[in-house]
């Protein structure tokens, strides 16, 4: 996955802010020929509230068609039926949570 932060940053666009819940963020997105990624970002504490992946048909094709060719005892499908959007939602984040060495502890 890397940084996903980064990477968007270099060519991201900013578009108007919204809302994710009842958190005020910021939105970003970078768009190339394969993919558009879209980030929510929290205005007050900068946590990635939400991440929106848009594929294109085309690009999920040839990759499977590549992936096909080099593990052809895979049987993978070579047809994409369009293109696939994923999004990811981050909700009641907490940070810097107290943790006791019971958290740990194998169940019994």
């Not at 009842?22 to 939105?27: I, L, N």
């Not at 205005?43 to 080099?70: G, P, S, W």
Request: with cysteine.
């Amino acid at each position: 996955w890397g940084n996903m932060l980064g990477a968007v940053m270099q060519s991201a666009t900013r578009k108007p802010d919204e809302k994710i819940g009842d958190v005020d963020c910021y939105v970003l997105t970078d768009a190339n020929d394969k993919r558009t990624r879209t980030l929510w970002i929290g205005k007050e504490d900068f946590l990635i509230r939400q991440i929106e992946n848009d594929t294109k048909a085309a690009v999920l094709k040839a990759e499977l068609e590549a992936q096909a060719k080099k593990h052809p005892e895979m049987h993978l499908p070579t047809t994409v039926g369009g293109d696939i959007k994923s999004v990811e939602t981050h909700t009641n984040i907490v940070v810097n949570q107290k943790f006791s060495p019971t958290d740990f502890a194998p169940d019994k």
